[in-house]
């Protein structure tokens, strides 16, 4: 058996995936326990589509943005008719192997604290501990007035319940539990806060939001007690993620990127692996 080269952590990995493992484990077994970052391109491989190409362009048309949601009606008839047909999408989706391989990372002690950008809770489905849902979870919906909370499930089926035209419907699954449905929205009836007739909201922090300042500083203290930031499929062009890798290279932290194409840290990396996640990872967590 031919033995794997040896491959600096300070480096560039394309196109290989066991190059790019022989140069992640490394770097976790310098540097670790590392905290993790991960975004949409994680979650890719169980089905959930990410928003940006490998440039870091939009793929599609931005997200809604939370200004809209709350000021116009027109936008929560849109947002909650499409979510009939996007959410089950992401409600039945299941942890993949990069989501399994850093669950089994952690427990062999090379990563700590994971925060994720992602609300599809698959990391915790996989049984990674310690994580921090930076921009909530899709999964819980929350009342904009009184606080009122409950599962997305509920709200899905009193929606349905409410528009019955709009359950046979279909179209092309979109990030985040949204679809490429295009109907009549202005028929489309919403379900209300059943306590105090409010404005429901999935338990997410919408673009034009500010992540809580509590998780933020909890992300950010569990980096700085950490030995260095490996960042996963995220390409950072949102600077509530980016912010993490700032703080990293302020603290004279190594970073490493594992993702496809561009990101908005390339110049701040310590090690750059533009590689496919799952087979890296995969290699990484059960190595020769």
């Given at each position: 058996m031919t033995q794997a080269p040896v491959i600096s952590e300070s480096a560039t990995v394309t196109d290989n995936a066991a190059r790019a493992a022989v140069a992640l484990r490394t770097f976790l077994d310098t540097h670790g326990p590392v905290t993790v970052l991960t975004g949409a391109g994680i979650s890719t491989d169980s089905g959930i589509p990410d928003y940006r190409d490998g440039e870091g362009e939009w793929k599609r048309r931005q997200p809604v943005q939370h200004q809209e949601f709350m000021l116009e009606p027109s936008v929560r008839q849109r947002y909650w008719a499409r979510s009939l047909v996007g959410w089950p999408v992401m409600q039945?989706?299941?942890?993949?192997?990069?989501h399994l391989a850093l669950a089994q990372l952690q427990q062999q002690g090379l990563i700590g604290t994971v925060i994720t950008q992602n609300v599809d809770r698959l990391h915790q489905q996989a049984g990674t501990r310690d994580v921090i849902d930076?921009?909530?979870?899709?999964?819980?919906?929350?009342?904009?007035s009184c606080g009122y909370r409950c599962s997305r499930l509920t709200v899905h089926d009193r929606c349905a319940d409410l528009n019955p035209d709009f359950r046979q419907l279909s179209a092309a699954a979109a990030p985040d539990g949204d679809a490429d449905l295009e109907a009549d929205f202005?028929?489309?009836r919403i379900a209300d806060c059943p306590d105090c007739s409010g404005i429901l909201k999935p338990d997410v922090v919408y673009f034009g939001d500010n992540v809580p300042r509590d998780r933020v500083?909890?992300?950010?203290?569990a980096l700085e007690n950490s030995g260095g930031l490996l960042v996963i499929g995220s390409s950072?062009?949102?600077?509530?993620?980016?912010?993490?890798c700032r703080y990293a290279a302020?603290?004279?932290l190594p970073i490493a990127l594992l993702n496809r194409g561009r990101t908005r840290a390339d110049e701040l990396a310590t090690l750059k692996l533009d590689c496919?996640?799952?087979?890296?990872?995969?290699?990484?967590?059960?190595?020769l």
């Open positions: 039945q989706a299941r942890p993949n192997a990069a930076l921009h909530g979870r899709a999964d819980e919906v929350l009342c904009m202005e028929r489309f500083d909890q992300a950010r203290a950072l062009m949102v600077f509530s993620g980016f912010r993490f302020q603290a004279d496919a996640i799952g087979p890296v990872l995969g290699q990484v967590a059960t190595p």
